[in-house]
């Protein structure tokens, strides 16, 4: 697994969770890019680096989709 090179941003206060639910389920990052895009979300892998890194915001829908990829609540992205 890899280490984040830089640290957390201020942009988002989801980031950090759906990099830790992604990594608890053993999801590669790569993996979960495609399915957010099979599920409607155009979403490149520099843009999903920065979601969960914090260096960007984050749209309803990308919420949306991405609480039902890791089969959560969306309120359980944002513990």
Same mark, same amino acid.
């Given at each position: =697994? ?9 942009? +988002?206060?989801?980031?950090? +969770?759906?990099?830790?639910? %992604?990594?608890? *389920?053993? #999801? /590669? *990052? /790569? @993996? ?6 099979? =599920?409607?979300?155009? =979403?490149?892998? !520099?843009?999903?680096? /920065?979601?969960?890194?914090?260096? %960007?915001?984050? !749209? @309803?829908?990308?919420?949306?989709? #991405?609480? /039902?990829?890791? +089969?959560?609540?969306?309120? @359980?992205?944002? @513990?």
């Amino acid at each position: =697994m890899k280490i984040r090179k830089q640290s957390y941003g201020n942009k +988002n206060v989801v980031g950090k +969770n759906i990099e830790r639910l %992604r990594k608890a *389920q053993g #999801i /590669k *990052q /790569k @993996d979960f890019i495609a399915q957010i895009q099979v =599920m409607g979300c155009n =979403m490149n892998p !520099t843009s999903y680096s /920065k979601l969960e890194g914090q260096l %960007r915001s984050a !749209t @309803d829908k990308e919420l949306f989709v #991405i609480a /039902k990829i890791l +089969n959560v609540a969306i309120e @359980d992205l944002f @513990d």
